[in-house]
């Protein structure tokens, strides 16, 4: 039995000694650390709060802008209650497990684009967020739910006071994958995509937040889903020098004149197109296809409709055989596909119907609009 084995049992033990297991709340809970709540949870919480329950937590002096600073349980660790990231970027759809919503801060969400595009396109996994900015008053009612299902000491072991949880930053991301059910819990340490996301990671300058074995230094136990995005330098550095993040992070703001502690600046937010039509030679063929659509010629010399999208069209490998499908130009999302089990709503524009066609990279069947 190895030692994390061993660790989960452990902790598993504890919970059902807690009576965890007869509340019905998502599995998160049993995993323990640092969990949201789901919405309708959180929604119930806020609207049963009288006054401002809120302010008895404090709040620290922490400016979270920086990619550096340092958040934690520990003394000074901190953020202000009212800091809040200026551009956080809602997540696009196809980034986001089913049924969540979610944000993050535009470099960081470019670099998770950058991530699990690789992933499904070099390894195939679907790796999606599963929950990513919570701002100070969320995580206090976050925070204040578990005090009351369980208790402040058990609340202060499974979850973070409000303004100590990385997630305010708008930089962390809790993953998940279809092949996890969508769910974050202790067994996914095991799975390929853990794996390739602890050897892979670092490249996209995210960071492993709550490594197995350091509960003792971040407070948590070990979290295989929790990132946070760095930048590419510092990720590169900390993992050089053999560091777990929170070690880094106080040994960057001590101003260790060893270390880099790159502030580099975040990437550039790629501007995609969404492939919507067959071959065209000018814009004047794409305008059946809508108002925005116009011919790009760039990449792909027989010329194809394309729309623009605003932001964060993922340009994951097989896009340029898909066409459309139905109701996205309008809401300017950039999904291309349409699978029925993962996107009950996805249909094609008239014309169009849903085929299952080999992916160009040969790594799987994706369901796409195909000319009728
Ligand atoms: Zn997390």
């Not at 809401?331 to 992916?359: I, K, M, T």
């Not at 990279?361 to 994706?366: E, L, N, Q």
Request: proline share 6%; net charge negative.
């Amino acid at each position: 039995m190895t030692l994390r084995r061993l660790f989960f049992l452990l902790v598993l033990a504890f919970l059902i000694a807690c009576g965890a297991a007869e509340e019905g709340v998502e599995t998160t809970e049993a995993s323990g650390h640092d969990t949201e709540i789901d919405p309708e949870t959180l929604a119930a919480q806020e609207a049963k709060s009288d006054g401002d329950p809120c302010a008895t937590h404090g709040e620290g002096d922490i400016d979270g802008d920086p990619l550096l600073a340092l958040v934690n349980k520990h003394e000074g660790g901190q953020l202000k209650a009212a800091y809040s990231p200026a551009d956080l970027l809602p997540i696009p759809p196809d980034q986001m497990m089913p049924g969540r919503k979610g944000q993050m801060r535009a470099g960081a969400l470019a670099a998770l684009e950058q991530l699990t595009g690789e992933a499904l396109a070099v390894e195939g996994f679907d790796l999606r967020a599963r929950s990513a900015y919570r701002g100070f008053r969320e995580q206090c009612f976050t925070f204040n739910y578990w005090v009351e299902q369980k208790g402040v000491d058990h609340a202060d072991r499974f979850s973070a006071r409000p303004g100590r949880s990385q997630h305010q930053l708008g930089t962390t991301v809790d993953l998940t994958a279809e092949s996890w059910g969508w769910k974050i819990e202790p067994e996914v340490a095991t799975t390929v995509e853990a794996a390739w996301l602890a050897g892979n990671a670092g490249r996209f300058g995210f960071a492993l937040s709550y490594p197995d074995g350091a509960e003792a230094i971040t407070g948590y136990g070990f979290e295989p889903w929790h990132y946070r995005y760095i930048g590419v330098d510092a990720a590169a550095e900390m993992e050089r020098e053999e560091l777990i993040l929170e070690a880094y992070l106080s040994r960057c703001r001590e101003g260790d004149t060893k270390l880099e502690c790159s502030h580099e600046p975040a990437p550039e937010v790629p501007v995609n197109h969404h492939f919507i039509g067959g071959a065209c030679e000018s814009d004047d063929a794409c305008v059946s296809l809508g108002e925005s659509a116009r011919c790009l010629t760039t990449d792909h010399p027989g010329g194809h409709c394309t729309i623009p999208c605003e932001r964060g069209c993922p340009d994951r490998a097989g896009n340029n055989m898909l066409t459309f499908c139905a109701g996205e130009a309008g809401a300017g999302l950039c999904r291309s596909q349409c699978d029925h089990n993962r996107f009950p709503d996805a249909g094609c524009r008239e014309g169009y119907a849903c085929a299952e066609r080999e992916r160009p990279d040969k790594s799987r069947r994706a369901a796409v609009c195909v000319p009728e």
